[in-house]
């Protein structure tokens, strides 16, 4: 998810590279600021945050999930940007991530009550473990990181982690459709990027047999 840019050129600008992480970063900043500024620093501005939080972690996540077998599949310009951008895309993701585990933290602080309501501990576990790997995939990201763990080990981690972090949405997700319909459309969206990565790695495979 979180490559690394070994290989490709440098570019700059808002939409571009470490331009584009630190825009994604001020536009989720801004706007769970905004959430609390108008709802207030309490329960319903929490909230409010969280379920936004949420969103923009699936529409990154799936984003740097699906680049490379989306560029595979469809080359293409779009598609070459997101297989170009997909590290700043995931750290992007892991962001919007952080900023939901620290409102999630206030909302616990600030009203235990509706927190425990919200949640249990099998989802504090599950959801820590996903953190465990988002951290991860974060503090690896990086080109120096790959020489320190080797190739093959950094590839492993990756390859885990976001298997995991994917599970962790459908599991997220799943067990809430009996409370919202609406809650089976992330649970879809991962399966279909799920599908998308098995349908280019097997067209890889193939290639490759036949080269």
Known sequence: ??????????????????????????????MALSFLFVLGWGTDGYRMVIRATARTSLVLFLAAFAASAAFKLWPGPVTHWLRRNRRQLGLGFAMSHFIHALVIIALW????????????????????????????????????????????????????????VALSF??????????????????????????LRVVAGRKRRQAAALA
């Open 1 to 30: 998810m979180m490559a690394t840019t070994t290989g490709t050129p440098a570019t700059k600008g808002w939409a571009e590279g470490w331009g584009l992480f630190w825009t994604l970063t001020v536009a989720m900043a801004a």
């Open 170 to 195: 459908i599991f997220t997700n799943g067990k809430r459709i009996p409370v919202s319909g609406w809650y089976a459309l992330p649970v879809a969206l991962v399966v279909a990027v799920i599908v």
């Open 109 to 164: 602080k600030t009203d235990p009550g509706v927190f425990w309501v919200l949640t249990n501990p099998k989802s504090i576990v599950t959801g820590g473990t996903a953190y465990v790997f988002i951290a991860l995939l974060a503090a690896t990201s990086f080109d120096r990181m790959v020489k320190a763990m080797g190739p093959k080990a950094w590839a492993r981690l990756h390859w885990w982690g976001v298997w995991i």
